[in-house]
């Protein structure tokens, strides 16, 4: 392809762009849950074309083959975020189907077959057992009909025979058995907290007839949150804390906790969802880990008795995940010119191998917006962080005098994180003239518990303050336009566009992706895991129905005054459609531009293709209505109420 050397004058947003909203959908396959087994490196891909289903992969070298064929789905429900949904040991294959809830084993035919019965019962974090033909895990069961389930950790054997091993807690994560098998380690933790607020951890014995003996609380507690409890090759147990106000690495050895590598740096994680691996043993005398710092991971070896730190050199600037075995390490990785993929480093060579790309074939560099990360004073005297992708088209330019549109992204969670691993959703935007800043808010992981724990009490207030300040930032140092800012968000991140435009009057416009509304409404339709989180992230419930009435923006639809979109999930089980309904109904009411999107079949989170594809066109065809930029051909129109009135 030839490259123009002169850009063309046009309004910012109407740029024609090779990334489009079709390319979005099928080049972005999700990748997860790495595992790595006698050589071979397992993982989860997503298939947007077959319905967002998740399948199973397995690979050598530059060997690939799907274990799974459909319709099986590779997915957990359980605390309804999933994750850990397999296991493999010894080339035994188990997994969790969707469709059913059910365990199934990869049979020596490559056909699955059942496992458990069927019914109520859910599984996520197994591991495999197999001098006692069983798995060890966490088992959610929805069958007795109270409002939430029941948490064990559970033993499962491989002929369906089930075993509860530990209850009591509201919660359970991470079963991790010891190499000899005699020992057991696990997390739990209770109501109210979440597990990035305080977990324990426990050991246990595990008797002749597999049953557990001896349990006894061995670290954390309510202010202590611990993550990856792992066994090293010569069973000494380790797992990440953060007791010095960070997730570092910790060793327990003779009944004292040891610490590996103090660091003001992050090791760990927010456990949204279960099997987050960030570190893994070489050998016993050698972690490989990665870690945050300032936003950015990175890789090392940990000597475990020096405790020396000993960088490897990679492309990536975000790690989401990793497995060691020996001397091969399988990593997610992902960096601004880098979409997500996994990468396979021999660490006796250092030859890297990308093994499956998130993207298989990019867009040219010249159409790609290269992000710059920007730290920026906040409300209250705090420095927020984020990161600045400005417009990027290898053909077009601004008119004269033109200042880009700007579109704010507050990620959700909202104990989440922005990374700059490049993302074509992002690049979709701009590559048409708009300028994007994705914000890492006050509460956001990776920087630290102090600045996670801003947000305690906070949500939707520090949240919102830096959103708009970093659109305030950028306008002042003259890189965007001031009155034409946007902000857009999903699930938390809906709060925080539904209250940014609510309670200050700087945004222009919104896009709310399944975003809550009624603080009070979440509280009484959430699910187990997240039914409590309100008491960290506003108040305790003695302040509650005061607090939540202040902060949830139906209470004030009064106050807006700028268009909006929604879009809903009609099977969203996390937030409701009730919570967008309610919001829209209020909007016209006040006959303020309105347009509502519904997606029957999708949930919390878009997965299949035709739902990316119409959601993201949708959005562009509504900010450009709303500012009168002329509409490209071929954009299919959305309804978009009372805008003549506007």
């Known amino acids: 392809m030839t490259v123009a050397t002169s850009k063309q004058p046009a309004p910012c947003g109407a740029w024609t762009s090779p990334i489009t909203a079709a390319v979005v959908a099928a080049g972005a396959t999700p990748l997860s849950q790495l595992a790595v087994d006698g050589g071979s490196v397992y993982w989860l891909e997503g298939r947007a074309s077959e319905a967002g289903r998740s399948t199973l992969m397995g690979g050598q070298g530059t060997a690939r083959a799907e274990l799974t064929p459909l319709p099986f789905n590779v997915r957990s429900r359980v605390h309804e975020y999933g994750g850990g949904a397999y296991a493999v040991a010894g080339g035994q294959v188990f997994f969790s189907h969707h469709g059913d809830n059910r365990l199934y084993r990869v049979g020596a035919d490559g056909q699955p077959v059942a496992v458990t019965a069927e019914g109520e019962r859910r599984y996520a974090d197994f591991v495999i057992d197999a001098p006692r033909q069983r798995l060890v895990g966490i088992r959610e069961d929805h069958s007795s009909g109270a409002q939430y389930p029941d948490n064990t950790v559970c033993a499962i054997g491989f002929d369906g025979s089930e075993t509860v091993l530990v209850d009591g807690n509201d919660f359970y994560a991470a079963p991790r058995l010891s190499p000899d098998g005699a020992h057991l380690a696990w997390l739990c933790w209770d109501h109210p907290r979440m597990p990035w607020e305080g977990t324990e951890l426990w050991l246990a014995d595990v008797a002749a007839d597999g049953s557990l003996v001896n349990g006894r609380l061995i670290a954390g507690g309510a202010q202590e949150s611990i993550c990856q409890p792992e066994w090293s090759p010569d069973g000494v147990l380790h797992f990440v804390s953060d007791r010095s106000g960070w997730w570092n690495l910790y060793r327990y050895e003779h009944g004292v906790v040891h610490p590996l590598c103090p660091r003001e740096a992050e090791f760990g994680g927010p456990q949204w969802t279960f099997g987050g691996s960030l570190y893994g043993f070489s050998s ?53 010119t880098i979409a997500l993929e996994l990468a396979c480093i021999d660490l006796s060579t250092n030859q890297c191998t990308v093994l499956a790309r998130s993207i298989e074939r990019l867009p040219e560099g010249v159409y790609l917006s290269v992000p710059q990360a920007v730290s920026y004073p906040s409300a209250g005297g705090r420095t927020s962080h984020a990161f600045h992708y400005p417009p990027c088209n290898a053909h077009y330019a601004p008119l004269a005098g033109e200042l880009p549109p700007l579109i704010v992204i507050g990620h959700g969670g909202p104990t989440g994180m922005a990374a700059s691993t490049l993302k074509l959703a992002i690049q979709f935007w701009t590559s048409r003239g708009f300028a994007v800043l994705d914000v890492n808010y006050g509460g956001s992981t990776g920087f630290g518990r102090a600045y996670r724990d801003l947000l305690k009490g906070q949500w939707g207030v520090v949240d919102v303050e830096d959103c708009v300040a970093g659109a305030r930032h950028l306008a002042e140092q003259g890189l965007v336009d001031p009155q034409r800012l946007l902000i857009r968000g999903s699930s938390a991140g809906g709060l925080t566009v539904l209250s940014a435009l609510a309670f200050h009057d700087v945004f222009k416009a919104g896009a709310c992706y399944y975003g809550v509304s009624d603080l009070k409404g979440l509280d009484a339709d959430s699910h187990k895991f997240e039914s409590h989180y309100n008491q960290y992230l506003i108040a305790p419930p003695e302040r509650a ?26 099977d969203d089980k996390v937030v409701p459609p009730q919570q967008s309904e309610s919001m829209v109904e209020a909007l016209r009411a006040r006959r303020l531009p309105v347009a509502y999107l519904t997606l029957e079949g999708e949930g919390h989170g878009f997965r299949k293709a035709e739902s990316v594809i119409c959601t993201l066109e949708a959005e562009l065809y509504f900010y450009l209505s709303v500012f009168g930029v002329p509409i490209p051909a071929g954009l299919q129109p959305v309804a978009i109420e009372n805008l003549g009135d506007a």
């Open 284 to 336: 016993p005398d050698e972690i490989v880990c990665t870690y945050i710092e300032a936003g950015v991971s990175r890789l090392a070896r940990l000597a475990l008795r020096g405790g020396e730190l000993s960088p490897i050199a990679t492309p990536y600037q975000e790690i989401r995940e990793l497995r060691v075995e020996g001397s091969l390490v399988a990593l997610l990785g992902g960096a601004p």
């Open 545 to 570: 129905d005061t607090v939540y009435r202040e902060r949830s923006p139906i209470h004030h639809t009064d106050k807006l005054r700028h268009p909006m979109i929604f879009f809903q999930g009609l």
